[in-house]
């Protein structure tokens, strides 16, 4: 890292100098991140970066700014720099535990709680919760308790910090799938992990530094999907969950499926089974 003006860098500067070199790194967003980064290294908000030009930062400053602006040329997710990413509204804290929750999958949660006002549902279950976007969203909108699981001790540490920010009825348990569950219940809802490896190769380098195993499942990146079909007959009346471009055609093979979901991009992304 280049120290060469720890002790006198303004605003303006450091605004130059984080769109060049962010231009030059060919990120798409350089306009935009440049002034997050200048943000987050000073601890303040967009009005003050863009009218204080001349604010000179102190050396603390300048080292975090700096350190900040090299990891997003390498494809540091701007969403963990900045540890927080807008879902369906609400402002969820996100660190490398968790999925950076994204706008496609506002979808699944649009779909799940149309089920739940036609049909009064109220035993709702998500599986893979991460940082517990979709529990907490459903909990918040819909006025309901929502049980939560996934695997990772690490992310559900995360998911019970977005609840207390939150103050969701959100209830978290650490299991790779289902076998906690004891009765049946309304709607099992979850983003799995749905890429294939050859997918993964593939993927931008941004998400790369994501959890692999959200990402990976199986060699086609059907397998959880594939055993939350088998579980889900016997567990719930209904199974929403989002899938890969790619699986398409896999999914509209299955037995029970209701419907599918385009996502803005008009790629299929939502699927709704129904059991009962």
């Known amino acids: 890292m ?3 003006s720890l002790s006198a860098m303004k605003i303006r500067d450091g605004l130059k100098k984080a769109l060049t070199e962010l231009k030059a790194a060919n990120i798409g967003s350089y306009g935009n991140d440049a002034v997050i980064l200048l943000k987050t290294a000073l601890s303040k908000d967009e009005v003050f970066i863009l009218s204080n030009f001349d604010y000179e930062m102190g ?38 535990h968790v999925l950076i ?16 006002e036609s049909t009064k549902a109220r035993r709702v279950v998500d599986v893979g919760t ?9 909990s918040k909108i819909a006025k309901i308790k929502v049980f939560a699981s996934d695997i990772s001790k690490d992310a559900l540490t995360v998911a019970k910090l977005n609840k207390k920010r939150l103050g969701a009825d959100v209830e978290f348990i650490r299991s790779n799938g289902l076998d906690w569950l004891g009765k049946r219940v309304d709607i099992i809802v979850s983003n799995p992990p749905y890429v294939s490896p050859s997918e993964y190769d593939k993927l931008s380098d941004d998400v790369k530094f994501e959890p692999k195993e959200a990402l990976i499942s199986g060699e086609d990146g059907t397998q959880f999907i594939r055993y ?4 889900a007959e016997k567990r719930c009346n209904y199974l929403i969950i989002e899938f890969g471009y ?16 385009k996502d803005l991009s008009g790629i299929d992304r939502v699927a709704v089974f129904k059991f009962s």
């Open 130 to 138: 991460g940082s517990g976007n979709i529990a907490i969203t459903l």
């Open 228 to 231: 939350l079909l088998r579980e």
């Open 101 to 116: 929750p994204r706008p496609e999958t506002e979808f699944l949660v649009e779909e799940t709680l149309k089920i739940i």
């Open 2 to 4: 280049n120290f060469w």
């Open 59 to 96: 050396r603390e400053e300048v080292k975090r700014f700096l350190e900040l602006l090299e990891k997003r040329k390498n494809r540091y997710p701007i969403a963990y720099i900045t540890k927080s990413k807008e879902f369906f509204g609400f402002n969820f804290y996100v660190n490398e």
């Open 246 to 261: 790619s699986q398409s055609d896999f999914i509209k093979q299955q037995k029970h499926l209701e419907k599918v979901v």
